[in-house]
């Protein structure tokens, strides 16, 4: 009777919890019944598979990314500063890549994060083909990161502390201007 | 009698020719000893178990890492089609990607191809760090690209044909030189 009802927020917020715990393999059915304190049959009144569920978590995690307004920054150091943000908020769920990059789903909610970020790299003065261009790549960029275990430098010196993503996304930016 | 004998080389040419037709996930010591006719003791005496057997796929990989010589390309169009031929090398074998990024083995054997990569950047004019820098980012760009199955580009428009990998790693290239 205490027991607040089962919520779609209640699930996703459940789902988010798990996976940044245990991971995404985590995100099950069973265990969220379990964590939840309800049954299967509970839980399938609201989501028909875990497609679904990881589909909820997917558009819970897009309504958090952040939108870093340009401010009194130049129009390099705006962009530079979203696409910073962005990895950071990918770093703190490190499930989210995996997800992103599954590409198992097409979320119109991302629209308003990659219309601002376009928007940020044509104030840099970049055509529209080539902001666009310079947004996936710096997507590329966030993910092969995020995803890379790999130490990729063990051969030669570690990446400085932080990483190297902000100062690759400043490099690929100002290039971005000057290539063919 | 007539059978080849098995060999190292043939154990991992069944494995390559395994990943390239299922995917790393196929790549197991069962489905192995089916391909090349043998039972499972026959192989163990090659190998111990199924991280031997992917680290002999990745030792293999690595050999065939193209090295593009700089010819009497420029600098940076010289760096850039190194680049485009690694991209296309994994490109050829996609579960590569996956294996690299799962960072599971350290392999001496890429040294060659590493430090080819790195002096290539140098020559355009990077400081060492910012060449190591720059080195790791395009493999971050590289992986990221090769494991995102997500169409980045789906809410504006599709990439262009062949993608945006060589016009990114020329940008990167051509602005590791100039920003801080």
């Known amino acids: 009777m205490a027991r ?3 919520t779609a ?9 798990v996976a940044d715990e245990d ?5 099950t059915l069973r265990r969220l019944a379990d964590e939840l304190g309800t049954g299967a049959a509970s839980l399938y009144r609201h ?8 589909t909820l978590l997917a558009a819970d995690f897009i ?16 962009a530079v500063r979203q696409w910073v943000a962005m990895r950071r908020y990918v770093a703190e769920h490190p499930w989210s ?10 979320l119109e909610d991302a629209r308003a994060v990659a219309d601002h970020c376009v928007e940020l790299l ?27 275990a790999h130490a990729v430098g063990h051969l030669h010196d570690a990446p400085p502390e932080g990483g190297d993503f902000a100062w690759a996304a400043r490099a690929l930016i100002a290039g971005a201007a000057s290539v063919r």
Chains 1, 2 share one sequence.
Not at 47 to 54: G, V, Y
């Open 4 to 6: 607040p009802g089962l």
């Open 9 to 17: 927020r209640r699930i996703v917020d459940t789902a988010r919890t």
């Open 23 to 27: 991971g995404l393999e985590a995100v």
């Open 47 to 54: 989501i028909d598979n875990r497609a679904d569920l990881l």
């Open 63 to 78: 309504e958090g990314y952040p939108l870093v307004p340009a401010g009194r920054r130049s129009p390099q150091e705006a």
């Open 97 to 106: 890549a995996t997800l992103i990059a599954s590409g198992g789903f097409h």
């Open 122 to 148: 044509e104030a840099t003065g970049l055509s529209r083909t080539r902001a666009l261009r310079c947004y996936r790549s710096l997507w590329h960029l966030l993910l092969g990161e995020a995803l890379n």
